[in-house]
């Protein structure tokens, strides 16, 4: 269980309101069979907008938790009306990311209580429908993959292919692409409950398999199905991502190391992930692999829950879209005409609590420079008036067109003058 805190301005600033799902791509529910469970298995996927009018193929990030709705379903704790859809619709819809395919799998049972994607040791252990044959690695990895590469206008290719997920899904994330390095390139996580390496806590005296979460009665009836009850610590470690990582043979570790991985935790050292990430990517560190984000804290008071998830969301998606987006000859792009000037990226970013924008103008013409928060809305002008050609330099001092500070977040300016129209993305730290 997690203390619930009070969301601070950068949160707040990051959540998306329930009216952003009004517009954007669409969230459909299929079924299909798996050969590998033997069982129907359900997985939500999210088609961006304009998917049918289109004949272009999109990169695709499996997004892992227990249930397939999580990462959709806007009345999980920590969420205002909001879920991974609406971070989706907004980054696209702002010009961040390009157009994707998000996949919300089945990783486990169908009430989502017991955990999936491992090749489950002893799924004679629970009752609850849709473990099949509890072969959960072999079915995401062999069916679900090729179901969905086969189903829908994605690139079918490790190139253009990512896996995400939150707590025990960040473990998965991490694990199987791990156990698995051939089959995506981009890697994101938020605070995943990362096995202890060797299942030995640095916290507890002694070199014993004592994790408590992973050793754990208490977390029999999730874990056991698993690993067994006793726990088969050999196939345990099978299934840690440290020790698979420190294990790995010279080939394996050259295939981990051409992922990008994007890792996120929670801030507290009690009631998070924290320090159990923060083994992980030391000991990832220590083989030449890092991780894409400076700091691994996700923000300063983010906790275990769903509205964090989706913060991170906002950012791995940046991340994942950065590494797999297609080439031009691939994804329909729009047409530009030859630009009249140029936007450069602000200085510094992120800033607290001001930054300097630059530009550029081949012309004269009436320009406009204003600034926009995550959800679109307008914040202020820095310009609107008529300008001669050359190079210009506006600051911003983080208020709004009333004078007031705003909040921590992303926020977006945009240029136009002309047929000069561009956008970029700035962070704002408080």
């Known amino acids: 269980m997690f203390k619930k805190c009070i969301i601070t301005a950068i949160t707040v600033a990051l959540m998306f309101s329930a009216a952003a799902a009004q517009t954007g791509g669409r969230i459909e529910t299929h079924t299909f069979y798996s050969q590998t469970l ?18 272009a193929r999109y990169p695709s990030v499996y997004f892992l938790r227990l ?41 486990g049972s169908n009430n989502g209580l017991v955990s999936g994607a491992v090749n489950m040791l002893s799924p004679n252990l ?63 996580s938020y605070d995943g409950t990362i096995m202890w390496y060797n299942l030995d806590d640095p916290g507890i005296s002694g070199n014993d398999p004592d994790d408590p979460i992973w050793m754990s009665a208490q977390y029999n009836g999730i874990i056991g199905p698993l690993f067994g009850i006793p726990r088969d610590v050999g196939y345990m470690l099978q299934h840690s991502a440290i020790n698979v990582l420190v294990e790995a043979s010279p080939s394996r570790l050259d295939s981990i190391r051409a992922m990008k991985f994007h890792i996120h935790a929670g801030a507290s050292t009690a009631v998070t992930n924290l320090l159990r990430n923060i083994q992980l990517l030391d000991s990832m560190a220590a083989k030449g692999i890092y991780n894409s984000f400076e700091n691994v804290v996700l923000a300063p008071n983010a906790i275990h829950d769903y509205g964090f998830a989706d913060l991170h969301a906002s950012l791995s998606l940046v991340k994942h879209w950065e590494v797999l987006q297609p ?15 140029e936007l450069h990226q602000n200085y510094p970013n992120p800033f607290n609590p001001s930054t300097v924008i630059g530009y550029r103008l081949e012309k004269a013409g009436d320009v406009q420079l204003s600034i926009y928060n995550l959800l679109g809305q307008h914040v202020i002008n820095l310009v609107a008036a008529r300008q001669p050609a050359g190079r210009y330099r506006v600051e911003w001092n983080g208020k709004d067109a009333h004078g007031r500070p705003v909040p921590s977040g992303i926020y977006f300016y945009r240029l136009t003058a002309g047929e000069l129209s561009q956008t970029r993305r700035m962070l704002l730290l408080r």
């Open 126 to 188: 629970t009752t609850a429908t849709g473990i099949g044959t509890g072969k959960f690695e072999d079915y995401l990895i062999h069916d679900l993959i090729t179901h969905i590469d086969a189903t829908y206008r994605t690139i079918p290719d490790p190139a253009h292919r990512g896996v995400d997920g939150f707590s025990l899904g960040g473990y998965s994330s991490t694990v199987i692409s791990f156990r698995n390095p051939g089959i995506f390139r981009s890697v994101g």
């Open 38 to 55: 033997e069982v129907t298995k359900n997985y939500i996927v999210y088609l961006p907008e304009g998917y049918d009018s289109s004949t």
């Open 327 to 341: 080439p031009a000859s691939i994804e329909e792009r729009p047409v530009h005409l030859p630009l009249a000037g």
């Open 67 to 107: 249930h397939e709705n999580e990462w959709f379903n806007n009345s999980l704790p920590g969420r205002n009306g909001s879920s991974l859809k609406h971070v989706l619709d907004t980054l696209i819809t702002n010009g961040v990311i390009g157009k994707m395919i998000i996949v919300g799998p089945s990783t």
